[in-house]
């Protein structure tokens, strides 16, 4: 199975650092910009209590500011599981860009893991920076199973309205959202962002 | 101004190999390192273009580096996949350019290199590729403009909407935005 992102390659699937997804949009303050990134989908409800963010792995929005697709700024996401929060690093420029990163400077905001049934715990850093992080609704939705029956060949269009049915209704997701003032984007009004995950080695 | 963040930012870091290498300081804490997994930038893109055995490697493929290798395995499935779409059924309209102009070739071209373009000076939209909000519907929008709509969108009207419009939970207003689990 497989959608937006969601279990996309093999060698991720299933593990802490298969993305689903990848957001950013005007904040409910015009004067900030919000990044989302989504992390091992597909849980079910019984299954999300125990889900876990990993330590080894950081979640990295990568924001190219010049148009040359090369990172200038990158926000990091690391789990602590010692303290149980999600730590941030950035925006911040890297010291060396590509498929290979370090954790850059100091930390600029950090925001205790929302227990799945608890109301939304957030943080607001000094800077501006809002964070959250933990269980989510998967926003993604997508008949998939009759998409996967055209590319099979055994369909030659999707299901009339009522009829087509969204195969991530009722998932979960591990998010986390980062809201940033723009002023700390730069650029000179569009920006390029891409998310990876990396794993520690 | 880059220039000069950039020559700080050398000057800061051997700073700070010239501290660590102190003698006062007798175990500096190696550094950690991270290696790329995964990545994304638009929705669906190494799901919908890249066959089972390319799907690996663009995520592990920075997106400065992706257009050369990956661009022309995206236009053989494109081609590839109209044409099956067409043997699997007559009315199918064969894919020309899209609503922004696109041929096959500009379609993978643009596509290739796998980031999400944003404003900041406007509202970001997927439709506008402004931006991804929450309530944006990814595929329709992606079926439409991207794969089998034609120049005005509305070829092919069986291929363009996958008829799920909207998530199965409201978002909310203000932050974090996201729904809570079900």
Known sequence: MYAADHIDAPAITGQTTDITDLYVFQGATASNLVFVANTQGLLSPGSTATAKFDENTIMEFNIDNTGDNKEDLVIQCKYDAASNSMQVYGPILPSEIGTRSKLEGSMTASVAVTAYGAAAVTSTSAAGIQVFAGPRDDPFFFDLNQYKKIIAGTAIGFLAPGMASDAFAGTNVLSVVAEVPKALLGGAGTLNVWLETKKKI | ?182
Do not use: H
């Open chain 2, 1 to 182: 101004m880059k220039t000069t963040i950039k020559l700080l930012a050398i000057v800061l870091g051997s700073t700070l190999i010239a501290t660590s290498c102190k003698k006062s300081d007798p175990t500096p804490a190696a550094t950690v390192y991270y290696q790329q997994q995964d990545q994304k930038g638009r929705p669906a893109i190494n799901t919908v273009f890249n066959g089972a055995a390319d799907k690996d490697g663009f995520n592990t493929t920075p997106p400065s580096a992706m257009g050369a290798i990956f661009q022309p395995k995206f236009l053989a499935n494109v081609v590839a996949l109209d044409g099956f779409l067409k043997s699997k059924n007559p009315a199918y309209v064969n894919y020309s350019t899209n609503a922004l102009g696109w041929d096959p070739t500009a379609l993978t071209t643009n596509l290739a290199t796998d980031v999400l373009n944003v404003t900041t000076t406007g509202t970001p939209t997927l439709a506008a590729l402004t931006g991804r909000t929450l309530a944006d519907d990814a595929i329709d929008i992606e079926l439409k403009f991207v794969v089998f709509g034609g120049p005005t969108g509305a070829s092919n009207p069986q291929l363009t909407s996958d008829n799920v419009n909207t998530n199965d939970k409201p978002f909310l207003a203000s932050f974090p935005y996201l729904a809570a689990p079900f």
